[in-house]
Nanobody, 124 residues
């Protein structure tokens, strides 16, 4: 089991940037894919980005492609989400999650551990 704690959320103006971090504890971090989800009020949880356990293969949702970058540092047990050119519609609670698989996973049921989330608010 991986324990996850997010940080880096906040209030930013449209067009600005934020970098989210996710600190993981547990020996399995480097052996599983990791993802970022977000959930806005009144909306379903949305998968934003996924990165494989080892290597550079990633998945980015169409809504963030070209603006967000997901990365990880297995030596530090850290996951990151660099968010640029933020839009008001990016406002949500962002959570990191650990997959049950090493490769790309693109549905919620593929993820077994979740952080508590960090709020991102983008003002227009």
């Amino acid at each position: 089991q991986v324990q996850l704690v997010e940080s880096g959320g906040g209030l930013v103006q449209a067009g600005g940037s934020l970098r989210l971090s996710c600190a993981a504890s547990g020996r399995t971090f480097s052996s599983v894919a990791m993802g970022w989800f977000r959930q806005a009020p009144g909306k379903e949880r949305e998968l934003v980005a996924v990165i494989v356990a080892i290597g550079s293969s990633v998945y980015l949702s169409d809504s963030v492609k070209g603006r967000f970058t997901i990365s990880r540092d297995n030596a530090k047990n850290m996951l990151y989400l660099q968010m640029n050119s933020l839009k008001p519609e990016d406002t949500a609670v962002y959570s990191c999650a650990a997959s049950r698989y090493r490769g790309l996973a693109t549905t919620s049921k593929d993820f077994t551990s979740w952080g508590q989330g960090t709020q991102v608010t983008v003002s227009s």
